[in-house]
């Protein structure tokens, strides 16, 4: 079941290949794998960081390793609730990789929350249709 709903996760992402921790951890010497986001998929309670797996390690263009450093920095800013350090990692992304979805995902986040910050009990959890 989780599959399949990991499969539909990637609708609302752009995403073509969602994994479990486990799944980017086993792949990790061979498979380009990002921390995508910490979700809650519908209908369910429990929440769990899905990975996009982008492609072969060896296969990857410089430009594209650049883009997912820019990207990867700008998630580390995020959960540190370091809104506009992430704004400007996240547009470096693009700048490099104009159609990178989960970065445009986040850019737009972080303007949202530079205009009205989230509250204390903010987790950074977001559920995600699979319908």
Known sequence: ILAGQLAAANKPYGTRILATEAVAQAVINEV??????????????????????????????????????FYEAGIACYQKREWLAAARHFEAALALHADDRPAKIYHERCALFLDVPPGDDWDGVATVSVR
């Open 32 to 69: 380009k794998a990002r921390r995508l986001d910490v979700v809650r998929l519908e209908g369910r309670r429990e929440t769990f960081p899905v990975h996009e797996l982008i492609g072969a390690l060896q296969a990857l263009p410089e430009e594209r390793r650049h883009s997912l450093e």
